[in-house]
């Protein structure tokens, strides 16, 4: 997998500060702000799951990345 800055359109939501326990998949960056978690998982005490992602602009399914993301958030969720 590609480590390499790529440019999306839309917008960047502010999400930060996350709980502790959340594990940052993906940031977003605009110049001049701080970064943003644009996608995380977290798993609950209890076992119960979450995936989310800020991103689903037009141009972020027009590669490879957001697809394989999604699928993969699928798979993560549903495993055991």
Same mark, same amino acid.
């Given at each position: ?7 999306? *359109?839309? $917008?960047? !939501?502010?999400?930060?500060?996350? /709980?502790?326990a959340? @594990?940052?998949?993906?940031?977003? +960056? ?11 998982t ?5 076992? *119960?799951? $979450?995936? !989310?992602t800020?991103?689903?602009? /037009?141009?972020?399914f @027009?590669?490879?990345?957001?697809? +394989?993301l ?5 798979a993560?969720?549903?495993a055991?």
């Amino acid at each position: 997998p590609s480590t390499e800055p790529s440019s999306a *359109g839309g $917008s960047l !939501y502010r999400v930060s500060p996350l /709980v502790d326990a959340a @594990r940052v998949l993906m940031v977003g +960056r605009v110049e001049g702000h701080p970064d943003e978690p644009v996608a995380w998982t977290y798993r609950r005490e209890d076992g *119960g799951k $979450s995936f !989310y992602t800020s991103l689903g602009h /037009v141009e972020d399914f @027009r590669g490879e990345l957001l697809p +394989r993301l999604l699928t993969n958030a699928v798979a993560w969720c549903l495993a055991e």
